[in-house]
C-alpha cells in the first residue's frame, strides 16, 4: 500500500477528528444523546418530533460547514468514480445496514466504541470488515 504524500493532510485530519469528538462530547454532555447520524436524521422522520430543534441544527451543521469553507476557498469537491445508480444503490444498502446494525459508523465508531459498548465493537469490526471485502472483490477479483 502506498500513501499519496500530495494529498496527505495529517494536520487537517487530526483537527477534524479533534472536531467530530468534541461534537460529539458536547452533544453527550448537554443533550444526553448519542451523535450517530442515521439516529439524528432517523429521530426527524418519526414521531413525535419534540426534540427536532437539536437535530436540524446538527444536520444543518453538516450541510452548513462545507458550504461556509466553499466561501474561504477551503472546500474540495470529492471524486465519485461512480453511476448515480452505483451510488443510489449504495446508499441504500448503507441505509439497510445501519438499521440491522441499530446505529451507523458515526453512532457506533466515534460514540460508541468511545464509551466502551461491546455491540459497537463488533459493529465497527463488522463494517470494516465488510469494508474491506467490498474493496478487495472489486478491485482485485472483479478488476475495476
Known amino acids: 500500500m502506498l500513501i499519496d504524500l500530495d494529498h496527505f493532510t495529517p494536520g487537517l485530519s487530526l483537527a477534524g ?30 414521531w413525535p418530533r419534540d426534540d427536532r430543534h437539536w437535530r436540524l441544527a446538527f444536520l444543518a451543521g453538516l450541510i452548513g460547514a462545507p458550504l461556509l469553507a466553499s466561501l474561504f476557498g477551503l472546500a474540495t469537491r470529492p471524486d465519485i468514480q461512480a453511476s448515480w445508480g452505483t451510488v443510489l444503490l449504495a446508499g441504500f444498502i448503507v441505509g439497510l445496514g445501519t438499521r440491522y446494525a441499530g446505529g451507523c459508523t458515526s453512532g457506533h465508531g466515534v460514540c460508541g466504541m468511545s464509551r466502551g459498548a461491546v455491540r459497537s465493537v463488533v459493529a465497527t ?11 478487495y472483490v472489486q478491485r482485485h477479483l472483479l478488476g475495476a
Open 125 to 135: 469490526l463488522t463494517f470494516m470488515a465488510a469494508g474491506f471485502l467490498t474493496v
Open 17 to 46: 477528528g479533534l472536531l467530530i469528538g468534541a461534537a460529539a462530547s458536547v452533544l453527550l454532555l448537554f443533550n444526553g444523546r448519542i451523535a450517530g447520524i442515521s439516529g439524528i436524521l432517523g429521530g426527524l422522520l418519526s
